[in-house]
């Protein structure tokens, strides 16, 4: 069992930057692959970016890459979400979840385990 808990979210102008973390609870951080993903108002949940047990690889949804960076942090059972260059499109609820693969996945359903999310707003 894996709880996680998201901050960081907040009210940023376009242009902005800001960090999310989502704080894992438990000893078996390392047995998952994580995601962020979002929801906009009367929008599906869509994929953000993963990265890997190890952290080593990663991987973005085109309308982020460039501008978003994950990472996480072993040590600490916490994963990043680094946001630059915010755009009003961004705004939505953000999500990290965890999976049992050992890699990156890309749809909702393969993960395991989700926070509560925090919201993002970008104004313009």
């Known amino acids: 069992q894996v709880q996680l808990v998201e901050s960081g979210g907040g009210l940023v102008q376009a242009g902005g930057s800001l960090r999310l973390s989502c704080a894992a609870s438990?000893?078996?951080?390392?047995?998952?692959?994580m995601g962020w993903f979002r929801q906009a108002p009367g929008k599906e949940r869509e994929f953000v970016a993963a990265?890997?047990?190890?952290?080593?690889?990663?991987y973005y949804a085109d309308s982020v890459k460039g501008r978003f960076s994950i990472s996480r942090d072993n040590a600490k059972n916490t994963v990043y979400l680094q946001m630059n260059s915010l755009k009003p499109e961004d705004t939505a609820v953000y999500y990290c979840?965890?999976?049992?693969?050992?890699?990156?996945?890309?749809?909702?359903?393969?993960?395991?385990?989700w926070g509560q999310g925090t919201q993002v707003t970008v104004s313009s």
């Open positions: 979840a965890a999976t049992s693969y050992l890699t990156w996945r890309l749809e909702a359903n393969e993960y395991d385990y």
């Open positions: 990265i890997r047990r190890s952290g080593g690889s990663t």
């Open positions: 438990g000893r078996t951080f390392i047995s998952y692959a």
